[in-house]
């Protein structure tokens, strides 16, 4: 029994230690990437309604992978858009997710995500693809110049 406790207090350990960073306010992200050599992942998001947006999550944000990689190269920054009552955002959030979404997705797209500079120019957009973590730095990486 004692065993099975600590296995899951290293479980629960390992989880928090690298669990995904997001932004959720794009001043805070842009002020982020001008003090850093990071770059801008908006991710434009339906978490409780879109089943590519819940693979992109479950395949590439939520691993160790990708989350030991971002944390040194991006500020990872989401704009949610769910559509049950329970995950109901702030008016103030719901009203910065939807400005971003009229500058950087107007044709909303979902998942999205767009990477931009500490300019504000967007340098390449994606979105889900079958690919591993890995491969999806990689793919993210091709947009940086």
């Known amino acids: 029994m004692k065993s099975i406790l600590t296995l899951l ?8 230690a690298y669990s995904q960073n997001w ?15 990071k770059t801008i992942v908006l991710v434009f998001s339906g ?5 590519p947006c819940m693979k992109l999550e479950k395949e590439i944000w939520e691993t160790v992978t990708f989350q030991k ?10 704009a949610d858009f769910p559509r049950k009552k329970a995950n109901k955002l702030s008016k103030e959030q719901a009203m910065k997710n939807a400005e971003l979404a009229e500058n950087y997705n107007p044709n909303g797209y979902f998942p999205a995500v767009v990477i931009i500079d500490n300019n504000k120019k967007v340098l390449g957009n994606t979105g889900y693809k079958k690919l ?12 940086i110049k």
């Open 23 to 37: 932004e959720l306010d794009f001043d805070n992200a842009l002020k982020t990437t001008q003090n850093s050599n």
């Open 47 to 51: 978490s409780d309604w879109c089943a």
């Open 132 to 143: 591993t973590p890995e491969e999806y730095i990689e793919h993210l990486n091709s947009f």
């Open 9 to 16: 207090f290293l479980i629960g350990q390992l989880t928090i």
């Open 69 to 78: 990689y971002a944390k040194d190269h991006f500020v990872m920054l989401r």
